[in-house]
């Protein structure tokens, strides 16, 4: 009797032993085909751009292809929602950003949950937002823009690329701390932006830091304050609002995006490579001529980014009752 429990027991652990080992192998043999990043957004946008520079660098590091595959509509949900529900093996990835975790806070019934329906794979980049105004504006300094809201909490408005944006959010934080309840008006990007700003239509815009630093260094408007504290190349001269208003910092993250359930061993070897290319100082260069700064985070504190981060998107749509474009 003991010794056919004994040999059960060696049996069972030889099964658990071989599936254990099963993934691991597959996992080191990663990856032995191409590998898709999806982007939500077409060619040539920032996010697309982004996954462009690291798709381009990858493969010296990993042995295959990544090549990017735009798949456009809802704001990236269709692409968020493909990545999704695609076999965790390593070879669907998301080129994700901020805007996917305010979407699901805005429209609740989307198909997936940031959070939940994949595995954080890296952080990679940020995106500096910018202040603009026009140069007859009364404020020219973040203490004096601060001040401009508190006397003025109604005389303004202020123009973003859309409801539900870090943009838009993030000038919400901004009424919020001053006291005021100046006009949101929703752009379809900086290009729309810009020019009214310069041409007296509309007061205040909030744009990408080189959109708003190429009309600056022209002349055209007065880059005011950046909304986060990182430096990017180019637009050192520019202060953060954060010497107006201590330890505000507001910046959309770019990240890659992984399948829930993909195995440890593969997302580790992913995060890996895209921390080896992130710190070449060639990616640093093509970073800072996109309008980004790179921003490495390992899939751990990646996704406790992401939650803290949705948590803090929340509260402010909460409290500023912000709700989607036709809700």
């Given at each position: 009797?003991?010794?056919?429990?004994?040999?059960?027991?060696?049996?069972?652990?030889?099964?658990?032993?071989?599936?254990?080992?099963?993934?691991?192998?597959?996992?080191?043999?990663?990856?032995?085909?191409?590998?898709?990043?999806?982007?939500?957004?077409?060619?040539?946008?920032?996010?697309?751009?982004?996954?462009?520079?690291?798709?381009?660098?990858?493969?010296?590091?990993?042995?295959?292809?990544?090549?990017?595959?735009?798949?456009?509509?809802?704001?990236?949900?269709?692409?968020?929602d493909f990545v999704a529900k695609a076999p965790p093996d390593g070879y669907t990835l998301m080129m994700g950003e901020?805007?996917?975790?305010?979407?699901?806070?805005?429209?609740?019934?989307?198909?997936?949950?940031?959070?939940?329906?994949?595995?954080?794979?890296?952080?990679?980049?940020?995106?500096?937002?910018?202040?603009?105004?026009?140069?007859d504006f009364p404020a020219k300094t973040p203490a004096e823009l601060v001040a401009q809201l508190k006397a003025h909490?109604?005389?303004?408005?202020?123009?973003?690329?859309?409801?539900?944006?870090?943009?838009?959010?993030?000038?919400?934080?901004?009424?919020?701390?001053?006291?005021?309840?100046?006009?949101?008006?929703?752009?379809?990007?900086?290009?729309?932006?810009?020019?009214?700003?310069?041409?007296?239509?509309?007061?205040?815009?909030?744009?990408?830091?080189?959109?708003?630093?190429?009309?600056?260094?022209?002349?055209?408007?007065?880059?005011?304050?950046?909304?986060?504290?990182?430096?990017?190349?180019?637009?050192?001269?520019?202060?953060?609002?954060?010497?107006?208003?201590?330890?505000?910092?507001?910046?959309?993250?770019?990240?890659?995006?992984?399948?829930?359930?993909?195995?440890?061993?593969?997302?580790?070897?992913?995060?890996?490579?895209?921390?080896?290319?992130?710190?070449?100082?060639?990616?640093?260069?093509?970073?800072?001529?996109?309008?980004?700064?790179?921003?490495?985070?390992?899939?751990?504190?990646?996704?406790?980014?992401?939650?803290?981060?949705?948590?803090?998107?929340?509260?402010?749509?909460?409290?500023?009752?912000?709700?989607?474009?036709?809700?």
């Open positions: 009797m003991k010794a056919r429990q004994a040999i059960r027991a060696a049996v069972a652990l030889g099964l658990a032993g071989a599936l254990l080992a099963a993934p691991m192998a597959w996992a080191q043999k990663y990856p032995d085909k191409p590998i898709r990043l999806v982007v939500g957004y077409s060619a040539g946008g920032g996010v697309d751009a982004a996954a462009r520079l690291l798709s381009a660098r990858l493969p010296a590091i990993l042995g295959q292809q990544v090549m990017v595959e735009n798949r456009t509509g809802a704001t990236g949900i269709i692409a968020a901020s805007a996917l975790l305010i979407a699901k806070l805005l429209q609740p019934k989307i198909p997936i949950d940031p959070l939940t329906s994949f595995k954080p794979v890296a952080g990679a980049f940020i995106a500096p937002l910018m202040i603009v105004t026009g140069n909490p109604t005389s303004y408005s202020f123009g973003t690329s859309g409801v539900g944006t870090v943009q838009h959010l993030g000038f919400e934080m901004l009424k919020q701390a001053t006291g005021s309840s100046v006009v949101h008006v929703p752009y379809r990007g900086a290009a729309q932006i810009v020019p009214d700003v310069i041409g007296g239509q509309i007061p205040i815009g909030v744009v990408s830091a080189t959109a708003g630093m190429a009309q600056a260094k022209a002349g055209k408007l007065r880059a005011l304050a950046l909304m986060n504290t990182a430096k990017l190349e180019g637009v050192e001269s520019v202060p953060p609002l954060a010497d107006a208003l201590p330890g505000f910092d507001v910046a959309p993250r770019i990240f890659v995006l992984a399948p829930a359930g993909t195995p440890n061993e593969i997302v580790e070897k992913l995060s890996s490579a895209i921390k080896a290319v992130l710190e070449t100082p060639e990616a640093g260069t093509a970073a800072a001529a996109l309008g980004t700064l790179r921003a490495y985070v390992a899939p751990a504190q990646l996704g406790k980014d992401m939650a803290d981060e949705t948590a803090r998107w929340k509260r402010i749509i909460s409290e500023q009752r912000i709700v989607a474009e036709g809700g």
